[in-house]
C-alpha cells in the first residue's frame, strides 16, 4: 500500500482551491452581467440561463435563482451517468456557486443604449464563462450536455474531463 505524503496532500488541495476559486470568480462576472445588465434592460441570454430568464420574465414571482437551479437538475442526473466524476463534482459545485452568485451579486449599471448594453453584457459574460471554462468544471446547463456528446463521439473519453 502506497503512502500519501504530505505534499500530495498539498497539492491535490491547492488544485482544488485554485479550480474552486476559478469557478467563483467566472460565477460572479456572469451574475454581473445577468443582474445588472440582461434583467434590467429585459434581455436573454443563451442556454439554460435563458430558459431561466424567460420563465422569470413570465412568473415574476418565481426567483430566476431558484429557476436556474431547479432546471439543471435533470442535466446533472444525466451527467452522472455520462461524464467524469471530477468534471461532474466540480460542475455541482459551480452550479451552487453560479446560484449564489445569482443571489447575492446585483450591481447597477449606469443606463446604457441598448447595443452598448448588448455588448457589455456579452463582454462580461464571456470572461465569466472563459473563466469558469478554465476549471474543470462548469457552471451547469449545457456545458454538461456538450462534455456527454464530447464523450459518446470520441473512441475514449477525453482525459480533462
Known amino acids: 500500500m502506497a503512502k500519501i505524503t504530505f505534499h500530495e496532500i498539498l497539492s491535490t488541495v491547492q488544485r482544488i482551491a485554485w479550480n474552486l476559486l476559478l469557478i467563483t470568480a467566472g460565477s460572479v462576472l456572469c451574475a454581473i452581467a445577468i443582474n445588472g445588465i440582461l434583467i434590467p434592460n ?20 418565481l426567483s430566476m435563482e431558484a429557476i ?38 446585483h450591481i447597477t449599471f449606469p443606463p446604457l443604449d441598448k447595443l452598448s448594453s448588448t455588448l457589455a453584457a456579452g463582454i ?3 470572461i465569466g464563462s472563459g473563466v469558469i471554462l478554465r476549471s474543470v468544471g462548469s457552471a451547469g ?12 463521439s470520441s473512441c475514449q473519453k477525453t482525459p480533462n474531463f
Open 141 to 152: 446547463g449545457l456545458d454538461i450536455l456538450g462534455v456527454m456528446l464530447l464523450n459518446r
Open 124 to 126: 462580461i459574460s464571456g
Open 68 to 105: 436556474y437551479f431547479v432546471l439543471n437538475i435533470p442535466i446533472f442526473i444525466l451527467g452522472w451517468f455520462y461524464v467524469g466524476r471530477r468534471f461532474f463534482l466540480y460542475s455541482i459545485a459551480g452550479m451552487i456557486i453560479f446560484t449564489l452568485a445569482l443571489l447575492f451579486f
Open 42 to 61: 429585459q434581455f436573454l441570454s443563451g442556454g439554460i440561463t435563458g430558459v431561466a430568464i424567460t420563465i422569470h420574465y413570465l412568473l415574476p414571482g
